[in-house]
């Protein structure tokens, strides 16, 4: 009855092409373009400034104290993917140092996002493997219990499922659902579009008050000058 | 694309028999039966003590410093419902206090679980409406921005689908995928009954080290007495 | 220069009369009469259920783990007034105990209202000293560093004036500025004379939905209905 | 070399007759008689209202999620004994409920103080077996790892050695070391027989001010009143 | 009665040449000048390395999830302002970001300062716009309820008026009153110039033991060396 | 009774090679070699970038807002140590800066490890002097009240002896028993080893679960592969 103890081996990935055209978009566009949903919370940070991923997950929910499906979750990744790992209860533990980073990378990982903590993060950046977490920190765990592998998760307060498209920036970390990369993708693009011209506007000093046109609504919702 | 803007009104409540069962026994031992998985985070508190839920979940996603989807929760509360609200971003703005109360009573609702702020708990306590909130906070806020209700939330970092058991005691609050309700109450049930008997030997001063035959298991992992 | 090392002795208080309209509020509804501004952050706890105060802000400015000014500012209590302490930064000892509110009590103070910590919280409530604190904690503090008594102090995040209207219940700490405090009580008592009719309403079964007529605005939004 | 996996059998515990005397103090009485040292950090609180601690340290060390040790300490309890539990990470998981109180109760122990998470709240306080923890969550624990038993250990920032006296109350939780408990019971005693005077004073309208002889200090440091 | 709807017009900012003279000296000197008080609190942090501002507050009081008052500001900003941002409650959504950062430069803004959330943290280094705040977070906002502009709020802790001077660095963010600009400017200049012998002093291996003759109170106050 | 008001001058420093030699590995290795115990929380941070600590332990118990202690520390600074700061109670102020650091630097100190706030970062950057600390804030602090040096420590959540060996890097602070501290970095030497071997593998592809033999225990744990 549990949700613990599984790996699920085939799971639905996002379109490639759709994952690669996200990944030329901020995180603050991508969220803006699904209506303002899919980010984690913003105690998610990169280690090392300029870390950016964008791939399709493979999750993980672990223990506290405990990285033993970090191995399991290992075998399951595919070139291109980002692990997302979640766990049973708040713990800030250093999962993930530069072994496990060694074999992710070597299996075409892009990634790690995860809400725990790491560590080896000098060697992370040299390695240039971007990690995204709540925590550095260098205490080790034990490998004794399981979790499980590819099934939905809770990660910073976003739900993700296996094969979701997950892009990290600086800004923060945003899940587009796997059935949703293209049009998000679309959408983004779009909005990406338009701003260009607004912001040679405001540049020119053009007030967003006049190019938004919220004088007359702010007028009606009562704002009142005074000197 | 967007997930907001939506009110889904035909869900499956988990069955009654099973809900009613599972109101038997404590959020401890529901969790336990489930395998260790379901809980809230513990930041999630009864606003008076005694308070205790247990129903079938009406979910809400609101914005933050935004309530009016709890207006249109209300329509769709059937009694035994109770409403798990959670919200787009981090915010313990008093999302709800005692005329939505009357109001979510009056429909039948058996309690509130919200990952926000309350206020008004002195009357909801009079008035016997059990709520589980982030925090209390007499702030008010507004009506102007669509969220969602009756769709997949994360609530205090647990998935709630609409239809999901809520358990809500002193201990803390879970959540049973309706599908699982009457196996896990069946599960709890059983944990259960073992555990007088656990507690009589303990009370006669049996030690668990002995009961649980954990002696030889600890001396293999190296345990060593010193004088 | 500094604004520390300064006794104000005469403060205008807000009108008695006002003060006593105000304590038949809740902080809540005071809140919303102000047209919700005002209040202290919600980690402001009350350090016995059932604490309540109404009354003239005294103001203070402590030093981390100095309380020498509590001493300084129980000259300037009057009958009716409620001490508001602050600090020059962040810090949680117990700057208050039973002997402090022996002298408070038996200069006329309502209560205290106090972003630190404070300790003898039994004997608080078996003098009825009602104290509203953001910790509790036994460390005791020194007496070597000056503040300030009745300067415009930030408490828990909101401006407090000496002679402000302060009023704490079970939803938190509003503060009301002297000049305002007939207008509040007024516009509080308006509010709370609407709050009977429309709560009878709910409790007979009508939506908000319709009795503040919200599904055209609704509407409007693009709220959808699924089943 | 790991101070993990260790278990003292023989402990040298606090005189009974120096517990005893503690235990009629406050919290706050005894850490300024130990000269403002010995406390917990404020987040340790009692679990139910009216919980009160006074016993001899038999300390744990625990490992995150991991509640193994608990059971092995329950046969280093003697009558008197207060558990005193700490974590090698942090954690809020419910190391802690009503079967191993009934262990721990039937040993004779006191109570417990834990660094960390304890569930089955109201069935501990049924029983009366006093806990005063960081967290109530009813999160579950394994028993896979080895941590130790009466080593010192850091729990909520102080540091416990097996057999130091922990007084725990309202107001917090204050370890003696073991050497010192008569010296301390006698100083808080003494501390205690003046606070009856002060009150007395304090109470009869005297201020502080004068009854500390603050006034010339005061101006010393520079103090400015004015109108 | 309210304080939310209004936009000040004509504000008196500080005398433009001790804005400049401020701008010479790092936070923690200016804080000290002043009497060690003005400070917000640490969680402001700059969002890129080397971030520094100095120059005059035009403040927003703006409501959760919300940032329609930013515009508002935007046309009330002038060559030197600095914005000064606070929240109705306390809310980490990203309030601002590269198009508002185009407008407030084009209108002469020398940089931002917080307590909530920003986003394109990389767009604002390539503009070198410096952001002070207290999260990074790519939630976009809504434009639909009233705050303020140019009203005093309290930012981080700290009272700002509008026309402050607002100086902030790695250290952290100071608000000076506009009528003590010159004054603080001054002093801090003057403290600044004793330092550099201090410095000398101590590089060549003077204590401050004896540079500050603290021997004698330190024996005064009790202490003891021991071997 | 106290521990406060005590000046420790003759203290016994971990051997000066076993130093040195700990010195090679980084933070997570050595809290490895030592059975994963030792370590600070994860809120101790480098207030710059790079900042690396070895040395062995001045140690020094602050009062909340004041600094005195550190000027009795420098006194007893040897060259090779590192100053380890804890406080009586939470408290962020900035109780080190330039001056301090110039004075440490002076006596031959490598660094600081504080559980408070220290200020001057850009010029302790500069200075190349490095600090770990739980807080940036320009604060300044008092010299008043009595603490302590070369006593034994918490700092945050660890005891620290004064002599022990401190190691502090990008993953954190780790520390060593004076007495263990050629065995650990012994262990450490043998741990970091064998180290190359496993990444050769793991690049190579091959995955933990075989290198580390997982596979049995993971099905004897339960775990279920589905498609």
Redesign the interface.
Known sequence: ??????????IVRADAAAVEKLGRF???TI??A????G?M??YM?PVYRGARICGTAVTVLL????N?M???A??QIQAGDVVVAAC???????FF????A??F???GARGLVIDG?V????ELERMGFPVFSK??????T?????GSVNI?V?CA???VNPGDVVVA????V?VVPAA?AQ??AD?AEKRESF?GE??AK????V???DM?K?REP?AA???????
């Open positions: 009855m549990s949700t613990l103890g599984i790996v699920k081996r085939n901020g995180v603050a969220h803006e699904m209506g303002r949903v980010l919370k913003p940070r223990q506290p104290g405990d033993w970090m191995h399991v290992a075998e049973t209860s708040e713990n800030e533990d250093g140092g530069d072994l496990l060694t074999s990378q070597a299996r903590g560590r080896d993060v000098d925590a550095i920190h260098a205490k080790g034990i490998k004794a219990t399981l939905a809770v307060g976003a739900i920036d600086v800004d923060g945003v949703l049009a998000v959408a701003e607004k912001r405001l540049a020119a000093g007030l967003g008050l938004y919220m702010l919702a009562g704002l009142k000058y005074i000197d």
